[in-house]
Nanobody
Framework: QVQLVESGGGWVQPGGSLRLSCAAS????????MTWYRQAPGKQRELVAT???????NYADSVKGRFTISRDNNKNTMYLQMNNLKPEDTAVYYC???????????????WGQGTQVTVSS
């Protein structure tokens, strides 16, 4: 069993900052891609940022220059530093790890429960 636990969400005024974390526990063999998604009310879930096991990153155009994704492989943890937040960043943020739970297990995607980020004045 694998659990992904997110933390760091909350309410912030426009222009403010938040740092999200997503920590995995349980049976973990190797984690390849770590990804943040978000889903605003009435909208489809969208990719925010992703980071490979080697540290390569990709961002949605809407967050480039404002968000920074990082990972700590020793802690099986991913972070999302969000600066200069805008009201349109309001959403539930989900983490996803693409990983193996053992050497013989197939690759699979595992999701966190989501954390709410609200940006408003």
């Amino acid at each position: 069993q694998v659990q992904l636990v997110e933390s760091g969400g909350g309410w912030v005024q426009p222009g403010g900052s938040l740092r999200l974390s997503c920590a995995a526990s349980g049976s973990i063999f190797s984690i390849y891609y770590m990804t943040w998604y978000r889903q605003a009310p009435g909208k489809q879930r969208e990719l925010v940022a992703t980071i490979s096991s080697g540290g390569s990153t990709n961002y949605a155009d809407s967050v480039k220059g404002r968000f920074t994704i990082s990972r700590d492989n020793n802690k099986n943890t991913m972070y999302l530093q969000m600066n200069n937040l805008k009201p349109e960043d309001t959403a539930v943020y989900y983490c996803n790890f693409y990983m193996r739970t053992s050497g013989s297990a197939p690759l699979g995607g595992y999701w966190g429960q989501g954390t709410q980020v609200t940006v408003s004045s």
